[in-house]
């Protein structure tokens, strides 16, 4: 069956880095597109960003654009998130979501445990 | 950016229908069929209810159903059941292989 497996997560300080992976079993993870999506404490679902099946293009919400990047590595059936110049906003339970097949938009039918992020000094 | 409109809440008693409504604009929900819906409970990741403004996934119940017109779509739930107690969010494709997701719901059972 289907799974997204996330790890990562935690405190960390204003201005630091932090990197979140989502690890994904029982599909072919090289040839769906991948999503991360953010939720705030007590807050609505953002979409965060988006990466190409085969890595080769990346798409950011303008909230975190030149700050996080989405990364995969299709040989270990990963994707990554590097969230650096942290902000107290940036504070949430981050989920990892799988799109579509390929570069086609869609919706986001399988979804990780989700992460929490917390940003405080 | 900004986020799809939905009304805070919703409620209705048990076996009677209600409509959550999702208005965005002509860059978002008017200029795509590209919408989907989805079911959070508290403490739970989202799963999905429609997609394509109007088709569900094997295995979502037949009680829920999707329509869109113009700049708003909006997702109906039939035969309202308890467990339907939960949050509900509407999602948009934006274009350049972005999204935008809804305000969000509280749909209540009375």
């Known amino acids: 069956q289907v799974q997204l497996v996330q790890s990562g997560g935690g405190v960390v300080q204003p201005g630091r880095s932090l990197r979140l992976p989502c690890t994904a079993s029982g599909f072919t993870f090289s040839n769906y597109g991948m999503h991360w999506v953010r939720q705030g404490p007590g807050k609505g679902l953002e979409w965060v960003a988006h990466?190409?099946?085969?890595?080769?293009?990346?798409f950011y919400a303008d909230s975190v654009k030149g700050r996080f990047t989405i990364s995969r590595d299709n040989s270990k059936n990963t994707m990554f998130l590097q969230m650096d110049s942290l902000r107290d906003e940036d504070t949430a339970v981050y989920y990892c979501?799988?799109?579509?097949?390929?570069?086609?938009?869609?919706?986001?039918?399988?979804w990780g445990q989700g992460t929490l992020v917390t940003v405080s000094s | 950016q900004s986020a799809l409109t939905q009304p805070a809440s919703v409620s209705g008693s048990p076996g009677q229908s209600i409509t959550i409504s999702c208005t965005g604009t002509s860059s978002d929900v008017g200029n795509y069929k590209l919408v989907s819906w989805y079911q959070q409970h508290p403490g739970k990741a989202p799963n999905v209810l429609i997609f394509?403004?109007?088709r569900r996934p094997s295995g979502v119940s037949n009680r829920f159903s999707g329509s869109k017109s113009g700049n708003t779509a909006s997702l109906t739930i039939s035969g309202l059941q308890i467990e339907d107690e939960a949050e509900y969010y509407c999602c948009s494709y934006a274009g350049g292989s972005t999204y935008v997701f809804g305000t969000g719901t509280k749909v209540t059972v009375l």
């Open positions: 990466i190409w099946y085969d890595g080769s293009d990346t």
């Open positions: 394509e403004s109007n």
């Open positions: 979501a799988r799109g579509p097949l390929g570069t086609m938009a869609g919706y986001f039918d399988y």
